[in-house]
């Protein structure tokens, strides 16, 4: 049954209408900020997967100011990426496009396997990105990333080569700085120096601003700072190094008490990482009430992709040997399976109404979103979601489709979630993709393609149609061209798994 919403309070001051799992809080949204148009952040926070935040059921106290935040203001239960790692998934959040429609990732050759290298494309100069949109809507705009798919060539290092052809996704920020790998505490710090910078320029009275910050503590090597290194879990100072990077990833000695340790080691690491973030996020949210700032603004909690345990390593092992690397159940970027796709997503802020949202939404439906709340036009057509925050407040949400595809090894993948299943199609030889039940199977552990090929064919029919219209709706776009990355970038980019 479609779940009932809560109406703004200004539209209905009398009878609120509430979310299924609502809680019957009073609905505090509908309020304008103060000085007229808001301030934008976003907490883009790499690698993080929705069902390790206390919001979303986990048994860990790894996020409770990310909870309360969550508690005020409107959470969606089903957020899908787009793709399950960062360069594609970045492209399609940042255009509210398809990655195929840009041709962000790596590109397929030879029937459809896609070849490893240093090749990497990202968001084209024709597609018009969401720092664009709000440079133009007089907005001041920044990125502070730790991740170099975000950088412009002005963050490369003194010395290097500058190629002026990057990953396109500086595009429209007024100011990029690049931090790489750093911590929520770098991080949230040079936020605060930037605020403080635009501020006084401005006399405290100038332009808001949209701000977008790309968080790495999740992103392997995983390296949390203690007292947060030993939170969930006791650790040998000797063996921190040991979880860093990913042991068993040829899948393995998956059966053996070695592997188990390790493995309740890794994901410690990873929630302690998410706790000391969790900590940080809560000093930068009293540094913005202190300067009279947290009233005024929205804030953004989402993902560009989660990651892998070994949830699927045996499957995999089994059935995705195309992948070509012997990595297997862990890290990000090969599959599509919920590890990967699934991803919170937390508004907060003036004009956005309370509650929890059960209906599936996309991470493209994110810029909309933030155009809408701050009052910038979209030209119509331009983009592929949906403003989900209006819809939500006008009663008028409903469960989107959703599709996403890999771009970066092995044989193309592509998905669809629709209608309480969701299919992964595979393009190779020998093999057509597998069908999972959702409500029935929520951790996507039985395929049940060969019990159901009529759902099986429907779907992968749809996903076929789905591309082949969505590819005409931009037929004038130019594809992206392949970054041409200095070596100090390829050298991190390997650090990080994403060359080799």
């Given at each position: ?299 953004v909690i989402a993902s560009d ?141 039985d395929d049940i393609s060969s ?50």
């Amino acid at each position: 049954m479609r779940t009932m919403f809560l109406r703004c309070a200004l539209l209905a001051a009398a009878a609120a209408v509430f979310s299924l799992g609502c809680g019957g809080r009073e609905d505090a949204s509908g309020k304008p900020p103060r000085s007229g148009r808001p301030n934008v952040i976003v907490v883009l926070v790499d690698t993080l997967r929705k069902d390790h935040l206390g919001c979303y059921g986990y048994r860990r106290d790894t996020s409770p100011f990310i909870d309360r935040l969550a508690g005020e203001g409107l959470l969606f239960e089903n957020a899908v990426s787009q793709a399950p790692w960062t360069a594609p998934s970045m492209a399609s959040m940042f255009s509210s496009r398809y990655p195929f429609q840009l041709g962000a990732g790596v590109k397929y050759e030879h029937g459809g396997k896609a070849v490893r290298g240093d090749k990497v494309h990202g968001l084209p100069a024709g597609a018009a990105s969401i720092a664009e949109v709000f440079h133009d809507g007089g907005y001041a705009t920044a990125c502070i990333t730790g991740n170099p798919f975000l950088k412009g060539t002005e963050g490369e290092k003194k010395g290097d080569k500058h190629y002026g052809k990057d990953f396109g996704m500086s595009r429209g920020f007024d100011k990029t700085r690049y931090i790489y790998f750093a911590k929520a505490d770098k991080m949230f710090g040079a936020a605060r120096e930037y605020i403080d910078g635009l501020r006084a320029d401005t006399g405290g009275q100038g332009r808001p601003f949209f701000l977008h910050l790309q968080m790495m503590d999740l992103h392997s090597p995983t390296s949390p700072p203690a007292p947060f290194d030993s939170k969930f879990m006791p650790l040998d100072p000797s063996k921190k190094k040991l979880y860093y990077d990913w042991k068993y990833s040829d899948g393995k000695g998956l059966g053996t008490a070695g592997f188990r340790d390790f493995r309740d080691h890794k994901v410690s690491f990873y929630d302690g990482g998410l706790a000391f973030l969790d900590s940080e996020l809560a000093k930068f949210v009293d540094y913005l009430k202190k300067g009279g700032l947290y009233e005024d603004t929205v804030i953004v909690i989402a993902s560009d992709h989660g990651e892998e345990f070994w949830e699927h390593a045996v499957f995999e092992t089994k059935y995705m040997r195309d992948l070509g690397d012997d990595y297997y159940g862990c890290d990000h970027g090969r599959t599509l399976f919920r590890e990967l796709l699934d991803v919170p997503l937390i508004f907060h802020g003036p004009g956005v109404p309370a509650g929890r949202v059960r209906d599936q939404v996309r991470n493209i439906d994110i810029m909309p979103s933030l155009l809408g709340l701050a009052g910038l036009p979209v030209k119509p057509g331009s983009l592929e979601g949906t403003d989900i925050v209006s819809a939500v407040r006008d009663g008028a949400i409903k469960d989107m489709p959703a599709f996403s595809e890999q771009v970066v090894a092995g044989f193309e993948k592509k998905s669809i979630q629709s209608g309480g299943y969701k299919y992964i199609m595979v393009v190779s030889p020998g093999r057509d993709g597998f069908l999972y039940d959702k409500a029935g199977d929520p951790m996507e552990a039985d395929d049940i393609s060969s019990r159901r090929p009529d759902m099986a064919r429907k779907l992968r029919s749809e996903i076929e149609a789905f591309v082949m219209e969505k590819e005409k709706s931009v037929s004038g776009l130019k594809k992206a061209e392949a970054a041409e990355m200095s070596e100090a970038t390829k050298k991190q980019l390997k650090a990080l798994g994403y060359l080799h």
